[in-house]
């Protein structure tokens, strides 16, 4: 059970850093390549890799946006859930104030 839980968690930590190296890579490769013109756009390999890592840094970005709202509303309502003040709502006739005399 430990081995298994320590798999999962190296497991995401080298999702994690896979992913934000890729994110790191595109964006300097846009940003060292923005001056980039050329005449044929069609087949020029720069350009494609550019729109290539556009793409990239556009899904990662809205990833991470969906993640972090999700986080954020789990947290929230896990807070609501620990922190709601659970009262009975059971009536009794003593609770009613009801005479038993007859």
């Given amino acids: 059970m430990i081995c298994n839980s320590n798999k999962n968690r190296i497991l995401a930590i080298v999702v994690l850093m896979t992913t934000l190296f890729v994110l790191f890579f595109s964006t300097i490769y846009i940003n060292?390549?923005?001056?980039h013109h050329c005449n044929d756009t069609e087949h020029c390999p720069i350009c494609t890799m550019i729109e290539q890592c556009q793409q990239v840094v556009r899904n990662i970005g809205l990833d991470f946006a969906i993640a972090?709202?999700?986080f954020f509303f789990l947290i929230v309502t896990a807070k609501a859930v620990?922190?709601?003040n659970y009262q009975s709502v059971q009536t009794t006739l003593v609770s009613q104030k009801v005479r038993l005399d007859s």
């Fill in 32 to 35: 060292t390549h923005v001056n």
């Fill in 82 to 84: 620990i922190y709601f």
């Fill in 68 to 70: 972090a709202t999700t």
